[in-house]
C-alpha cells in the first residue's frame, strides 16, 4: 500500500475544506442511486408496455407532448413548447420545442410524433386505449403537429401526458423493426429490441434490462432539456416490502417504493426517512362472468353477494394498517365524478339473500388466481387469504393460487379466471381512462377480460354513451356525467375495489426529490443527493 505525505494530506484537506460540500455532493450524485422494487415489466417498448415500472421507465427515457405539474392534476409543457383546441375539442395543435433532440442528437420532429401516436393505436396493447380516439394526424411542418378526434374529447389533452404516449425516434425504431401500419399488432417485431435499447428524448436512455435482476438507466449526455442530477440509476429487484427495507437499511438501497405500513412502523434507523401521502392507486378485486372455470353461473346476484360479503374496513385495516381509504369505484378518490359516491360496506344478510336468490343458498367453490406481488405496500397473497376468510362466511370457499404475473395476464387473455384481483395507477389525470379500461362496456379491456362478451347480462353500453357524453361536456359538466358512470359501474359488480393505500415513501437519509407522480410514479430526473 502507498502511503500519502502528510503535505500531500494537508493539501488536500486544504482543497477539500474549500470546495466540500460542492465536491461531496457531486461525488454523491456520480454514484449510482439504487431503487428497490418489486418489478413488474412486460415490456420497455412505449406502446406496449402497461405496468408501474413501466411508467417510471418510460418517463425517464422518453417525453410527451405534455406532462403533469407537480399539483398532479394542470397540465405543464414537455416536448410541446404550446399548445391549443379548438372550440369543438376534436382538433388539437402542437409547437414542438425547436431545440428538441432524440438521445442520438437528431430533431424531435412531428413526423416521430405522428408515428408513435399512431403506432401506439395500432398496435392494440393494454394502454392503446389512449389513442382509441385518434382519427387522423396532421404534420404541417417539422415542428407543428395537428392531431384529430371524431368526436369531442375534454380528457384527449390528458390522455397525452401518460407515459405510454412517449414520442419515439421514428427512423431508429423502423430499422429495429417497429412499424405504425394499421396491422402494426402483428407486424411489428421491435419487442426484443425495445428491451435492449431504449430511443426517446428524455433525460435518460436504457443502459441494460436483466429480468428478475435489475433495470439500469444512465443521463442521455446529449438531453435538450435541464440535465439530471443523478448519472446512473438502478431499479434492483425486491420482492418484497421487508427486502425493500433491509437493503435502505443497510445502504443497498437508497430508496424503496413498496413498503407496507408494518414495516415502516418497525423502522428504527436514523439513517432512513419516511413519508406518508395519499394516493390515487388503488387494489382492486375482479370477477370473471365468463372464466371457462366457473362452478356456477356468475348472475348479478351471485356478483352482488361476493361484494356484499366482503370486510372493506377489516381489509385496508388488515393491508395497511388503517393507512388508506376505501374507495367505491375503479376511479380514484378525488377525480371527477368520485365525490360523495356511497362507501362499499359489508352486508352479511344482503350477501346470503342474493346467494339464495341466485339459488346457491349453501354457497359454492371459486377458483382465484391472482399475481403474487406486493402492490403500494399489498401483499395481495395475505389480502387474498383476508378475502377467503370473508367469503367463507357465507359459504363461498376460494381456492387460492398465487402465480406469476405473466401466467396472470395469459390466464386473463385466455380461459378467464373467476376471481382474481390486482392494482392499479393512474396515466394521467382524469376519469375517462378507468371507464375505458374498468366499465363493462363492449369495448374495455376488463369486459374482455372478464369474459363479459361471452354472457348475458353484463354488458352495460349505458357506459359507453354516458363516456362521450362526459367527453363532450365542459371540465365544469363532466363531472356529473362521470358521477353516473360511476354508479354504473359501481352497479356492475365485476370490478370491486378494496383499498386505495397511502403511499410510503421511503429514502435514506440525503436523497432528495422523492415524491409521488399521478403519471409516472416516481420522476428520476428530479431525484438528487446532498
Not at 57 to 76: H, I, P, Q, R
Amino acid at each position: 500500500m502507498r502511503y500519502a505525505s502528510s503535505a500531500r494530506v494537508a493539501g488536500f484537506l486544504l482543497a477539500f475544506s474549500v470546495l466540500g460540500p460542492a465536491v461531496s455532493t457531486a461525488v454523491a450524485n456520480d454514484k449510482p442511486l439504487v431503487i428497490a422494487r418489486n418489478m413488474d415489466i412486460t415490456s420497455l417498448d412505449p406502446a406496449r408496455a402497461f405496468c408501474d415500472t413501466c411508467q417510471i421507465y418510460l418517463s425517464a427515457t422518453y417525453e410527451t407532448l405534455v406532462t403533469l405539474g407537480e399539483d398532479n392534476k394542470t397540465l405543464a409543457p414537455k416536448l410541446a413548447a404550446s399548445w391549443s383546441a379548438n372550440p369543438e375539442q376534436t382538433a388539437f395543435t402542437f409547437k414542438l420545442a425547436p431545440n428538441a433532440v432524440f438521445a442520438d442528437g437528431t430533431p424531435v420532429t412531428a413526423a416521430d410524433v405522428a408515428w408513435s401516436l399512431t403506432r401506439l393505436k395500432n398496435i392494440k396493447s393494454d394502454s392503446s386505449f389512449l389513442m382509441e380516439a385518434l382519427s387522423s394526424v396532421e404534420t404541417p411542418d417539422d415542428k407543428t403537429v395537428v392531431l384529430h378526434t371524431a368526436a369531442s374529447n375534454s380528457e384527449f389533452l390528458n390522455m397525452l401526458a401518460a407515459p405510454y404516449a412517449g414520442i419515439v425516434n421514428r427512423k431508429l425504431a423502423e430499422a429495429n423493426g417497429a412499424t405504425s401500419a394499421a396491422n402494426a399488432n402483428t407486424a411489428d417485431q421491435s419487442d426484443s429490441w425495445f428491451f435492449a435499447n431504449s430511443a426517446g428524448s428524455g433525460p435518460y436512455k436504457l443502459s441494460v434490462y436483466r429480468n428478475g435482476d435489475q433495470l439500469r438507466v444512465v443521463a442521455n449526455e446529449k438531453y435538450w432539456g435541464p440535465k439530471p442530477k443523478i448519472q446512473d440509476i438502478i431499479i434492483k429487484q425486491a420482492a418484497d416490502s421487508v427486502a425493500q427495507m433491509q437493503m435502505l437499511q443497510s445502504g443497498a438501497a437508497d430508496v424503496a417504493m413498496q413498503v407496507d405500513a408494518d414495516t415502516a412502523g418497525s423502522a428504527k434507523d436514523p439513517n432512513v426517512v419516511l413519508s406518508s401521502v395519499p394516493s390515487f392507486n388503488f387494489i382492486y378485486v375482479a370477477l370473471g362472468p365468463g372464466a371457462k372455470a366457473n362452478t356456477v353461473a356468475m348472475s348479478k346476484s351471485i356478483r352482488e353477494a361476493i361484494a356484499a360479503a366482503i370486510d372493506y374496513d377489516g381489509l385496508v385495516e388488515f393491508t395497511v394498517g388503517g393507512k388508506g381509504k376505501l374507495q367505491p369505484v375503479a376511479i380514484p378518490n378525488g377525480f371527477p365524478g368520485t365525490d360523495n359516491l356511497p362507501a362499499p360496506k359489508q352486508d352479511l344478510a344482503l350477501a346470503k339473500a342474493k346467494l339464495t336468490e341466485a339459488g346457491q343458498p349453501n354457497g359454492f367453490t371459486l377458483e382465484a388466481k391472482y399475481p403474487a406481488v406486493n402492490a403500494y405496500g399489498v401483499d395481495l397473497s395475505l389480502m387474498m387469504q383476508k378475502l377467503q376468510q370473508d367469503l367463507v362466511r357465507v359459504g363461498i370457499k376460494l381456492e387460492l393460487s398465487p402465480i406469476t404475473f405473466a401466467v396472470w395476464r395469459e390466464q386473463l387473455a385466455g380461459d378467464g379466471i373467476p376471481l382474481t384481483a390486482s392494482y392499479y395507477a393512474p396515466d394521467y389525470y382524469g376519469s375517462a381512462q378507468y371507464v375505458q379500461f374498468f366499465s363493462m362496456m363492449s369495448t374495455s379491456s376488463w369486459a374482455k377480460r372478464s369474459g363479459a362478451t361471452k354472457v348475458q347480462g353484463v354488458i352495460n353500453e349505458k357506459e359507453g354513451e354516458l363516456l362521450k357524453k362526459a367527453l363532450a361536456s365542459s371540465a365544469e359538466q363532466s363531472g356529473a356525467v362521470y358521477r353516473e358512470i360511476a354508479l354504473e359501474m359501481i352497479a356492475d359488480k365485476v370490478i370491486i375495489p378494496v383499498v386505495s393505500p397511502d403511499l410510503i415513501l421511503a429514502a435514506r437519509k440525503g436523497v432528495n426529490g422523492v415524491r409521488y407522480s399521478a403519471c409516472c410514479n416516481l420522476a428520476l430526473d428530479k431525484l438528487s443527493r446532498d
